[in-house]
Nanobody, 128 residues
Framework: QVQLVELGGGLVQAGDSLRLSCAASGPTPANYAMGWFRQAPGKEREFLAAISRGGGATTYADSVKGRFTIYKDNAKNMVYLEMNSLKSEDTAVYYC?????????????????????WGQGTQVTVSS
């Protein structure tokens, strides 16, 4: 199995930036496309961004495109989410997710139903 651990959440003010990290471990972490979701209180879990196995292709939800950037370091099995110009509506628990993918540069928006592994989540709170 693949284990995912998120770090970097916290309390910030509107307009600030924050970088989340996700450390992947296990027998074959490089065989997975990686992504990020978030879930605010009382709302459904929302897809944010995903990156291909090789890191050469990405996809973003419209709500964060232009503000958030996903990238990875394959040598370290690390995936990051750089969040800029944070707003109060970005307040949520952020989850790292892994989806098995055969093609090294194939990526598409993730569905909740196709996630193979989830991280435990990290809280991001943006005050206005």
């Amino acid at each position: 199995q693949v284990q995912l651990v998120e770090l970097g959440g916290g309390l910030v003010q509107a307009g600030d930036s924050l970088r989340l990290s996700c450390a992947a471990s296990g027998p074959t972490p490089a065989n997975y496309a990686m992504g990020w979701f978030r879930q605010a209180p009382g709302k459904e879990r929302e897809f944010l961004a995903a990156i291909s196995r090789g890191g050469g292709a990405t996809t973003y939800a419209d709500s964060v495109k232009g503000r958030f950037t996903i990238y990875k370091d394959n040598a370290k099995n690390m995936v990051y989410l750089e969040m800029n110009s944070l707003k109060s509506e970005d307040t949520a628990v952020y989850y790292c997710a892994a989806h098995f993918e055969i093609s090294p540069e194939r990526v598409k928006p993730f569905s909740m139903h196709e996630i193979d592994y989830w991280g435990q989540g990290t809280q991001v709170t943006v005050s206005s």
